[in-house]
């Protein structure tokens, strides 16, 4: 009883107070006519409270987030069916989901009326703001009765999962040359007999193809031997992101960190529509994508692994060995201290092609923040070590930075020949 009436609205509190108060005053003055008042005084917040609390327990509800996985800046849509198993109070009912600031204001609903064993159904939209896996509700609803004088809060969905990707930009070309087995590196090695050979044989079994039989083989073993056309072997590209919060300037999506994602997010789509066997990798050479066996992956699982990311809380750049694995290396950095870009050189082999995008962090910073190295001396030292270094200032687009970064430089063998190898 005390659960239930702990339902009562202010005003169905002061009508019970003045039901008891009349009942009080009857008895005292002898006066059945007000008795009768006070009964129904008494009885009414009563009933509103009973039927409030009959019809709550019946509501079904379910919710569905269309699509799962949206872009920052994209439209996403949440879809609620409400079913009512019980007679709702006409007084209406209040619904709230629960949605996270960086998805936008809390939707609240209205229902005067739900009918009996129907589905209704409300959508409301989202546009995320900043990237990340976010949960969506719970779903409360708020049950009245017609008079206002009960009112039950019950939660009718739990929560559900919106993915919000980086937001991905179009880039155009890629750096002459890249990617092993492509451009004009890959076919140098290639025809220089680096890599597996392009057949294999392996003795003759039921079913093979006659045509595939490998005489030379047959005639040294003596016995049937098959040709079996294999790939020629690639190598891949690594993509390296910086995601050091010391490395970083900015708060949430407007953050120098924002931006160096969304670029490696759309640097790796663009490698892999070209061809490109990719793996992310973070600057403690953390794989994030793609494995180190074969470096293959679909875009959805980096899309998917850079929403989930999160800053990094050491202050050094500490490889520990090449990120790039031998492969060809598009390393993403914040703020890059001469000694950052001394590791990088340090640990990558001689002749391996190097690319990098500095990001001035200082046109991101907000005030009181730490003051950022310039990426100038940085860059000078990648540089001469045979690195292709392209700066990004906050008024320059992704897609120009790019571009500058794909423009053929010539670089001398004095310079190719400097510290690029490991000490």
């Known amino acids: 009883m005390r659960r239930a009436l702990s339902g009562l609205t202010t005003r ?24 009768r008042v006070a009964v129904f005084l008494v009885m009414l917040p009563v009933l ?16 569905a987030l269309v699509p799962g996985r949206v872009a920052v800046g994209a439209d996403a849509e949440v879809r609620l069916e ?10 209406g009912l209040l619904l709230e989901d629960g949605v996270p600031y960086a998805l936008g204001g809390r939707p609240r609903f209205v229902v005067e009326r739900l009918p009996r064993n129907e589905t209704t159904v409300l959508t409301y939209p989202l546009r995320p703001v900043q990237r990340g896996v976010h949960h969506v509700g719970p779903l409360m609803a708020r049950v009245t009765d017609p008079f206002g004088l009960a009112e039950f809060e019950r939660e009718l969905a739990g929560h559900g999962r919106l993915t919000v990707v980086p937001r991905v930009v179009p880039l155009s070309g890629v750096p002459t040359g890249s990617g092993l087995g492509a451009g004009e590196d890959g076919s140098l090695r290639m025809r220089s007999g680096q890599g597996e050979d392009d057949a ?22 003596d016995e049937l031997m098959v040709r079996v056309e294999e790939r020629p072997w690639r190598g891949g590209t690594t993509v390296l992101l910086d995601r050091r ?3 970083h300037r900015g708060n949430g999506p407007t953050s120098s960190l924002e931006w160096a994602i969304s670029l490696t997010a759309s640097v790796c789509l663009h490698l892999q529509r070209h061809g490109h066997d990719v793996r992310l990798v973070t600057e403690t050479g ?47 950095l914040g703020a890059t201290t001469p000694a950052a870009a001394a590791e990088l050189i340090r640990w990558r082999p001689r002749g391996a092609r190097s690319l990098a995008v500095l990001v001035d962090v200082a046109g991101w910073a907000t005030g009181g923040e730490e003051k950022a190295p310039a990426p100038e001396e940085a860059a000078r030292l990648l540089r001469g070590a045979g690195w292709r270094v392209a700066v990004a200032r906050v008024d320059t687009t992704m897609a120009a930075v790019w571009s500058e970064l794909c423009r053929p430089s010539a670089v001398s063998p004095e310079m190719a020949a400097s510290p690029g190898g490991r000490t």
């Not at 509190?13 to 006519?33: M, T, W």
């Not at 045509?211 to 083989?217: A, G, I, L, T």
């Not at 999160?310 to 694995?325: F, K, V, Y």
């Open 245 to 247: 919060s010391a490395a």
């Open 48 to 63: 509103a409270t009973a039927l409030a609390a009959g019809a709550q327990v019946r509501l079904l509800a379910a919710r």
């Open 286 to 332: 953390a794989v994030l994508a793609g494995t180190s066996a074969n470096g293959g992956h679909v875009g959805d699982v980096v899309l998917d692994a850079l929403a989930g990311l999160t800053p990094s809380h050491g202050r050094e750049m500490a490889c520990g060995s090449d990120p790039g694995g031998g492969h060809e290396l598009v390393a993403v």
């Open 200 to 221: 294999v044989v392996r003795p003759w079994r039921q079913g093979d193809d006659m045509r595939k039989v490998h005489w030379r083989s047959t005639a040294r073993r």
């Open 12 to 35: 169905g509190r002061c009508l019970l107070a003045a039901g008891i108060a009349a009942a009080l005053c009857s008895l005292v003055l002898d006066e059945r006519d007000l008795l």
């Open 82 to 91: 409400l079913r009512s198993a019980g007679r709702v109070p006409a007084g």
